[in-house]
């Protein structure tokens, strides 16, 4: 079996949710950082950033 390939997407994906996770950020309104959008994502960073 072919094994999935990362896509660039994937690697900005972890990227923020590795930012997040730094900052003490493990769940956003009850999910989980995995269950969450790109965009959800770069929101609740955006939203810690700013603080």
Same mark, same amino acid.
């Given at each position: 079996?072919? +094994? +999935?390939? *990362? $896509?660039?997407?994937?690697?900005?994906?972890? $990227?923020?949710?590795?930012?997040? @996770? !730094?900052?003490? @950020?493990?769940? @956003?309104?009850?999910?989980?950082?995995?269950?969450?959008?790109?965009?959800?994502?770069?929101? *609740?960073?955006?939203?810690? !950033?700013?603080?």
């Amino acid at each position: 079996m072919i +094994p +999935p390939k *990362e $896509t660039k997407m994937d690697g900005k994906i972890m $990227t923020v949710i590795d930012d997040l @996770v !730094a900052q003490g @950020v493990f769940k @956003v309104e009850g999910k989980q950082l995995y269950e969450l959008s790109l965009y959800e994502l770069i929101k *609740e960073h955006m939203e810690k !950033a700013n603080l």
